[in-house]
């Protein structure tokens, strides 16, 4: 076995890239944007949806070819699923309301701490429930304003 240079771990250590991130979330979004599943995606691109799963999150990189397929069926510039120059500065909110609402960072980071993948899921579909039922039950009454700790 080949020894890894001082001071640096081995790659499947260091975890993906941080454009290949960049990349898979430009892809996420420009798919969700024209409404299509990852299993569209990969059908017309020729490969599975778990493929396309790990494009987005940055775990596989995405060829030259592909990301041009995946630009052409999204009807978009391959430059667009690329880092807006050669410096990536850190990934961009997911949500800009994320900042704004208190306890969405740690309820984010609860989230990711949780190694079960059907967990996460169950999580998930916990909160979509969630998120109409108390948007349409109308202000709290105490006007809105949460109460507990900081």
């Excluded at 250590?13 to 798919?31: F, H, K, S, T």
């Excluded at 299509?36 to 396309?52: H, M, N, P, R």
Aim: charged fraction near 25%.
């Amino acid at each position: 076995m080949a020894e890894q240079p001082r001071g640096r771990a081995p790659a499947h250590e260091r975890g993906p890239d941080q454009i290949d991130v960049e990349v898979g979330l430009n892809l996420r979004r420009a798919r969700l944007a024209r409404g299509f599943s990852q299993t569209e995606l990969g059908d017309a691109l020729g490969i599975s949806f778990q493929q396309i799963q790990k494009y987005e999150r940055g775990a596989n990189r995405v060829s030259a070819s592909m990301l041009v397929k995946a630009a052409r069926f999204l009807e978009i510039r391959a430059a667009d699923l690329l880092p807006p120059d050669d410096r990536v500065v850190g990934t961009p909110s997911l949500n800009p309301r994320l900042a704004e609402t208190r306890g969405a960072a740690e309820i984010v980071n609860a989230y990711c701490a949780v190694g079960d993948p059907l967990l996460r899921r169950a999580l998930l579909n916990l909160t979509r429930t969630l998120g109409p039922k108390a948007a349409s039950a109308g202000p709290a009454p105490d006007g809105g304003k949460e109460r507990g700790p900081r």
